[in-house]
């Protein structure tokens, strides 16, 4: 078994309009709704072996304030640059080139491609991960080829705005 989080990096700042996209760093409510979100993800039982992120300002920064709240080693997040914007397409690539030691992945990155994956995965469960949240399925499979597994099920899905 294989269980895969996408989470969506937290909400990001506008205020200073010529900064590159790819550099643009969390608000005030992406900073407080990531501890939120990570306190979720761990009472939701998800201990990631993996966490990879995009290399956007504001997605690793969602990532690095995940692994702090989580106790996972700083030292050993992943960053791909090729999860900035990814399609659908990349993101399964890149998941499936994962190590198959690890059997809990959790993916940082951005919409359109993480909504798109979730509803490969899932059919009809949302037409939109909102800032920060997250989307976990457990995989029947004995590696990270989305494809070939045998079975995927929602595990669990939430977000800032979600009522408990």
Same mark, same amino acid.
Request: net charge negative.
């Given at each position: 078994?294989?269980?895969?989080?996408?989470? @969506?990096?937290?909400?990001?700042?506008?205020?200073?309009?010529?900064?590159?996209?790819?550099?643009?760093?969390?608000?005030?409510?992406?900073?407080?709704?990531?501890?939120?979100?990570?306190?979720?993800?761990?009472?939701?039982?998800? @201990?990631? %072996?993996?966490?990879?992120?995009?290399?956007?300002?504001?997605?690793?920064?969602?990532?690095?304030?995940?692994?702090?709240?989580?106790? /996972?080693?700083?030292?050993?997040?992943?960053?791909?640059?090729?999860? /900035?914007?990814?399609?659908?397409?990349?993101?399964?690539?890149?998941?499936?080139?994962?190590?198959?030691?690890?059997?809990?992945?959790?993916?940082?990155?951005?919409?359109?491609?993480?909504?798109?994956?979730?509803?490969?995965?899932?059919?009809?469960?949302?037409?939109?991960?909102?800032?920060?949240?997250?989307?976990?399925? %457990?995989?029947?499979?004995?590696?990270?080829?989305? @494809?070939?597994?045998?079975?995927?099920?929602? /595990?669990? /899905?939430?977000?800032?705005?979600?009522?408990?």
């Amino acid at each position: 078994m294989k269980t895969l989080t996408l989470l @969506r990096h937290a909400k990001s700042s506008w205020t200073r309009p010529g900064l590159a996209d790819h550099d643009r760093p969390l608000n005030e409510r992406g900073e407080r709704d990531t501890p939120l979100m990570a306190r979720r993800l761990t009472d939701a039982g998800i @201990r990631p %072996s993996l966490i990879l992120s995009s290399t956007a300002t504001r997605a690793l920064s969602t990532a690095r304030i995940l692994a702090r709240e989580i106790g /996972y080693p700083a030292e050993f997040l992943q960053r791909d640059a090729g999860l /900035y914007l990814a399609s659908r397409q990349s993101l399964i690539d890149v998941i499936s080139e994962q190590d198959n030691g690890f059997n809990s992945i959790v993916i940082v990155g951005h919409n359109p491609g993480l909504t798109e994956l979730a509803d490969f995965l899932v059919p009809g469960i949302t037409d939109n991960i909102p800032t920060c949240g997250f989307f976990c399925v %457990s995989l029947d499979a004995d590696d990270w080829n989305l @494809r070939a597994a045998r079975s995927i099920e929602l /595990y669990r /899905y939430d977000f800032p705005k979600n009522a408990e």
